[in-house]
């Protein structure tokens, strides 16, 4: 069983740049769908951006495009989210989770993930 555990999270101003981690233990990634998930104060859950299975595509929710970038380094078993011109609408609870069985149409589905971390707080505000 994977263990996932997000880091990196913090208070930043409006414009600027914050990357957060997700490491696991327990189990490789490698094989696994990767995502980042983020909720906010009274909203649903929702994609923010992700990796296929075989770690060839990426996808992110139209929210961030052109603004985040998910990353991944195989040998530290570690996914990265580099977050620039962040805006206050970015804050909330960020979540990594992975999934063996996740297809490449369902890569925004939450319920197709079967791990997750327990989130870091992003918070965006002058």
């Known amino acids: 069983q994977a263990q996932l555990v997000e880091s990196g999270g913090g208070l930043v101003q409006p414009g600027s740049s914050l990357k957060v981690s997700c490491t696991a233990s327990g189990r490789t990634l490698s094989g696994y769908a990767v995502a980042w998930f983020r909720q906010a104060p009274g909203k649903e859950r929702e994609f923010v951006a992700g990796y296929s299975r075989n770690g060839g595509t990426t996808y992110y929710g139209d929210s961030v495009k052109g603004r985040f970038t998910i990353s991944r380094d195989n040998g530290k078993n570690t996914v990265y989210l580099q977050m620039n011109s962040l805006k206050p609408e970015d804050t909330a609870v960020y979540y990594c989770?992975?999934?063996?069985?996740?297809?490449?149409?369902?890569?925004?589905?939450?319920?197709?993930?079967?791990?997750w971390g327990p989130g870091t707080q992003v918070t965006v505000s002058s």
């Open positions: 989770a992975a999934g063996r069985g996740v297809i490449t149409s369902s890569i925004r589905n939450q319920k197709q993930y079967d791990y």
